[in-house]
Nanobody
Framework: QVQLVESGGGLVQAGGSLRLSCAAS????????MAWFRQAPGKEREFVVA????????IYADSAKGRFTISRDNAKNTVYLQMNSLKPEDTAVYYC???????????????????WGQGTQVTVSS
């Protein structure tokens, strides 16, 4: 069973930065497409960014382009989300997600992802 554990969330002022990490265990991480989603209070869980198994392809939501960067280290079974120029509207619980044994381009739909972490809270104050 694949397990995903997020870390790195916290409270930051607008304009600041945070780096989230998601550590995977229980499977072949190097064959997984990985993604970050977020969910603000009272809102649907939304796609933020995804990365292919090799790291060669990534897809960003418009809200993340130019500010967020996804990366992965297959040797460490970890995917990262570097978030810069944070805004109050980025406040949400951020979830890591995985789709296993897939060597194609990542997808943006949350139903496509098979495994989810418990989430980490990111709060951006104005």
């Amino acid at each position: 069973q694949v397990q995903l554990v997020e870390s790195g969330g916290g409270l930051v002022q607008a304009g600041g930065s945070l780096r989230l990490s998601c550590a995977a265990s229980g499977g072949t991480f190097s064959s997984y497409a990985m993604a970050w989603f977020r969910q603000a209070p009272g809102k649907e869980r939304e796609f933020v960014v995804a990365i292919s198994w090799s790291g060669g392809t990534s897809i960003y939501a418009d809200s993340a382009k130019g500010r967020f960067t996804i990366s992965r280290d297959n040797a460490k079974n970890t995917v990262y989300l570097q978030m810069n120029s944070l805004k109050p509207e980025d406040t949400a619980v951020y979830y890591c997600a995985a789709h296993g044994s897939y060597l194609g381009p990542p997808q943006t739909g949350k139903l496509w992802y098979e495994y989810w972490g418990q989430g980490t809270q990111v709060t951006v104050s104005s």
